[in-house]
């Protein structure tokens, strides 16, 4: 059985700063991607930032403004966010891509997601 305990949403005016973070429990043999969605309301959720092994993804609307980190040790999954804007609120979700012992092949987990509001 495998959690991802997410923490960090919050209430922001513009211009400011939120950190999420994304801890990954449970039985863990090995982690091949970790990331972001956001989902704002009556929009669909979209890519925010991905880790894979080796590469890092953003999406356009945040490049230079947030930034993706993990620890590996910690099956954590860090996203700082700078320079917030008003289309930034929206439910953020994080995921992993992750094998299980005993498992045959990566599966996608969830977090339960964490609201970010930016507001004047």
């Known amino acids: 059985q495998v959690q991802l305990v997410e923490s960090g949403g919050g209430l922001v005016q513009p211009g400011g700063s939120l950190r999420l973070s994304c801890a990954a429990a449970g039985s863990i043999l090995s982690i091949s991607a970790m990331g972001w969605y956001r989902q704002a309301p009556g929009k669909q959720r979209e890519l925010v930032a991905q880790s894979t092994s080796g590469s890092i993804h953003y999406a356009d609307s945040v490049k230079g403004r947030f930034t993706i980190s993990r620890d590996n040790a910690k099956n954590t999954v860090y996203l700082q966010m700078n320079s917030l804007k008003l289309e930034d609120t929206g439910v953020y979700y994080c995921?992993?891509?992750?094998?299980?012992?005993?498992?045959?092949?990566?599966?996608?987990?969830w977090g339960q997601g964490t609201q970010v509001t930016v507001s004047s």
């Open positions: 995921y992993t891509d992750l094998k299980s012992y005993g498992g045959s092949r990566y599966v996608t987990y």
